[in-house]
């Protein structure tokens, strides 16, 4: 089954504690991404991935690093979370079809809470 | 930059009401265009999707077409359920920028 991963799906943590989440895709998709939803504000991209050790910042990058060592594995890396990236994170998978379609193929998400 | 500008939220209808959600983007060149629903507690699923004018995207009774002259995509369904209660996003791609861009969601509540 196609399937975009996610771990964990629920996490609380402390100010300053360094966390990883994780994002698997089984699709061979060259291009996966992050989001990050907040209420009002709807997705927001924090960085993207073309093809394995390419990676580019979206829209919200700061406080967040990545990294793309292999095609399936595109991890999302708190160094020192603070309390603004409380929020819900979204891994997303995507294939460009020859047409110039895209179809993006979604995480269940992790809801993060920094205390 | 591409934009997607959808009508806020929520709507709140009652079940077998006439459902519009309006979707308008900017972008350069012929981005497709794709509505997304998201179930509560869950991930984005893709809903439906258009690659080109006039093109009419279907899925569980929902409707969107792509109309290039007004540079819109409003979802429609003609008799909601409260199944269908969930946010739902508006989102192109594949225009000026291969990343794609969402709108901010819009809640649907159906009561029965």
């Known amino acids: 089954e196609a399937q975009v991963t996610q771990n964990p799906r629920y996490l609380i943590t402390v100010t300053g504690k360094k966390l990883t989440v994780t994002c698997s895709q089984n699709m061979n998709h060259e291009y996966m991404s992050w989001y990050r939803q907040d209420p009002g504000l709807g997705l927001r991209q924090i960085y993207y991935?073309?093809?394995?050790?390419?990676?580019d910042k979206g829209d919200v990058p700061e406080g967040y690093k990545v990294s793309r060592k292999e095609k399936r594995n595109f991890p999302l890396i708190l160094e020192s979370p603070s309390p603004n990236q409380t929020s819900l994170y979204f891994c997303?998978?995507?294939?460009?079809?020859?047409?110039?379609?895209?179809?993006?193929?979604f995480g269940p998400g992790t809801r993060l809470t920094v205390l | 930059g591409d934009s997607v500008t959808q009508m806020e939220g929520p709507v709140t209808l009652s079940e077998e009401a006439f459902l519009t959600i309006n979707c308008t983007y900017t972008a350069t060149g012929y981005p497709s265009l794709f509505w997304y629903v998201q179930y509560p507690g869950e991930g984005l699923q893709l809903l439906l999707k258009?690659?080109?004018?006039?093109d009419k995207g279907s899925n569980k009774g929902f409707e969107a077409t792509y109309r290039k002259e007004t540079t819109s995509f409003h979802l429609e369904k003609g008799s909601v359920q409260v199944s269908d209660s969930a946010v739902y996003f508006c989102a192109i791609a594949g225009g000026g920028s291969y990343i794609p861009t969402f709108g901010r969601g819009t809640s649907l509540i159906v009561h029965p």
């Open positions: 258009a690659t080109k004018a006039d």
């Open positions: 997303a998978s995507s294939l460009f079809k020859s047409t110039g379609s895209i179809e993006q193929f």
């Open positions: 991935s073309m093809n394995v050790e390419v990676t």
